[in-house]
């Protein structure tokens, strides 16, 4: 019989990140289809993300990137997060839009550029310290296009120094996530393409340099969980980014696109532990909803991840266990199959019933009239920085 108090409490105690970009206009190099009642700047991305806790009660933290989310003075957005019933997150540096970084940022052949680029990841970590964040979650669009432009192996050397200097210069309760990405913007080699080469230069940094999956960042069919296995056995799994992909890095609303793929990641997470505070494991999201309304958007979001927790947890682990052992192969696919077959959302219900808010956050939000007043309230939202 399942343990339901535990099942709930877990369920209570898993948090999902949201976006500070996700809440703004974003689109493809086609078309960024504008939608009113957009935040106008960081302030009113944090509000949103305020509006997608209050529906979901899980969504407690927002990630900010910089400089997209650019302030005057952070302790002030911090304080703002927090009055808001929020606060924030992962800070993601972006050395990836300007001019200089046309051959790459930490991987520069030019060192005044590599300086440049590790210059703005210690202003990030300078964030951190004022917003009390914890994880500095580094993304590269480095990578070459032609055989030959440069060199791979000099790249990987430029890449391990500059990410040691601001891995020395982070303090005891931060953390550096080194997030992969098997392409794009870079069509031939991209400088940190795979979990191996992350896994690689965090066992060089330290422990507390950890490997970011972002669920997107894939060739198709790869097993995404066995990675996520791995890394959570070696300690090396800082977190997630959430989306789902049909083609590419499609960044979708996680688990639409396949709810089973996403299933199979919570149960590795679930049986090897990585729900528990002490693992760390962020449980990120990072899409671009180009043309849904965003709030909802990144509320079905929540929800999905929510959905695809309780399913694992729902797995029968030491059936499961005695089935392995014994060698019956269909008896423990079943176990897993039936857990992924049951209707949790009466669970969950329950779950935010007991937390005080709406069982249906979606319905919830529909009827609040929170998107007419932010319609009316705001004129000229910004873009979300991603796909202008
Ligand atoms: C890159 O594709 C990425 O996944 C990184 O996490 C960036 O920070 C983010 O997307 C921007 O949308
Ligand atoms: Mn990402
Ligand atoms: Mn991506």
Redesign the pocket.
């Known amino acids: 019989m399942p343990d339901m108090p535990a099942i709930k409490a877990a369920l209570r105690a898993q948090h999902i990140e949201t ?1 500070s ?1 996700a809440f703004g206009n974003s689109g493809t190099r086609f078309k960024v289809f504008a939608q009113e009642g957009i935040p106008r700047d960081a302030y009113e991305k944090i509000d949103d993300a305020a509006t997608v806790h209050r529906f979901t009660g899980v969504a407690p933290s927002v990630a900010v ?1 910089i400089p997209w989310d650019k302030v005057s003075d952070y302790g002030d957005l911090a304080r703002h997060a927090e009055a808001a019933g929020v606060r924030v997150g992962a800070v ?1 540096p ?1 050395v ?1 839009q300007d001019d200089d970084y046309r051959l790459g940022s930490l991987c520069n052949p030019d060192p005044a550029v590599r300086r440049k680029a590790v210059d703005h990841l210690l202003e990030c970590v300078d964030i951190m310290d004022v917003t009390g964040s914890r994880d500095l ?1 580094v ?1 590269l ?1 480095d990578g070459l296009n032609y055989p030959g432009q440069d060199s791979i192996a000099d790249r990987q050397a430029r890449l391990e120094e500059s990410l040691a200097t601001v891995y020395e210069r982070l303090g005891e309760h931060q953390r550096m996530l080194l ?1 992969y ?1 098997f392409f ?1 913007p870079a069509f031939y080699a991209t400088d940190v393409p795979d979990w191996g080469t992350s896994y690689a230069h965090c066992l060089e940094l330290g422990p507390r340099a950890q490997v ?1 999956v ?1 669920t ?2 894939h060739a198709p069919g790869t097993n995404i969980e066995f990675i996520v296995a791995l890394l959570l056995r070696k300690n090396r799994l800082g977190g997630f ?1 959430f ?1 789902s992909r049909f083609y590419a ?1 499609d ?1 979708l609303m996680v688990g639409a696109a396949d709810p089973y793929q996403l299933f199979r990641i919570m149960v590795e997470i679930v049986l090897g532990g990585g729900l528990s505070a002490e693992a760390g494991v962020a449980f990120m999201l ?1 899409q ?1 909803h180009n043309i849904e309304p965003k709030i909802p958007a990144l509320i079905r979001s929540v929800m999905n991840v929510q959905e695809a927790t309780a399913k694992a947890l729902l797995v029968d682990a030491e059936a499961l266990r005695e089935a392995q052992l014994a060698g019956d192969v269909l008896g423990a696919n079943a176990i897993l199959v039936d857990a992924f077959s049951t209707d949790v959302r009466p669970l969950l219900g329950e779950v935010r019933e007991e937390m005080g808010i709406d069982p249906d956050p979606i319905a919830a939000y529909q009827r609040s009239g929170h998107a007419e007043k932010i319609r009316a309230e705001r004129v000229g939202g910004t873009a ?3 796909g202008v």
Request: glycine share 8%; charged share 30%.
């Open positions: 976006p970009w990137h993601n972006n990836f979650s993304w669009a997030e990405k794009e970011l972002d997107g960042h980014h989306n890095d960044d990072d671009c979300a920085g991603w």
